[in-house]
């Protein structure tokens, strides 16, 4: 059987190496915004609209300023997509987790933005609290798939994923009736287990 290839049209590979630059610059990005407005030590963007010509022309410097973060999104999408490029990325990314407080924040949003783009993330079906390892101590988990035993009794496949990083973990089988519901998207458990539980709703479905 012959191996269906994708025709690689313009049009999608602007639209790749734009989506390569903004999943590239989202958790820098998002390490600045709290160090600036949580922590209070970035120092600010520079705007259009602080310059004097602009300044009476907010609208035209809105649409120059979004369409700029268009380009260098690109831009930043095509230097990473080289070998050269991603080399250079892969020293800055060094540099940034050796540094105390920003390797934490940076670290945990490129994790965010990997595991909400994974492949894999289509194959959960539910979100699910179990006990686990032992009775009395909740566990978060993903429900991938259904099946009955010999005697006809309902199990659920259970990936228990590990934190901070979602992409390992355990399989287990487990009968329905010990599953609980938990009430969460799939993105929210993923964001609990990635924040060690930092980032998680007020209420929970637990007993």
Known sequence: MAKRTIKKTPVRLVRNKFLTGLLTLLPIYITYLLLRFVVGIAPDIPYLRTITFFSNNEVLADLLEFLAALV??????????????????????????RVPLINTIYTSSRQIMQTLTM????????????????????????????????????YVHIFLPSTPNPTTGFVLFIKEKDVKPSGLSIEEG??????????????????
């Open 72 to 97: 260098v999104i690109f831009i930043i999408g095509i230097v990473v997509s080289n070998v050269i490029g991603k080399r250079l990325f892969s020293f800055f990314e060094r540099i940034m987790e």
């Open 119 to 154: 492949p894999g993330k289509g194959n959960f079906k539910q979100v699910v609290y179990i006990e686990y390892p032992r009775k009395g101590l909740w566990t978060l988990a993903f429900i991938t798939a259904y099946s009955k035993s010999g005697s006809g009794e309902q």
């Open 190 to 207: 993923l964001k609990i287990l990635i924040s060690g539980g930092m980032i998680s709703p007020e209420n929970n479905q637990l007993p």
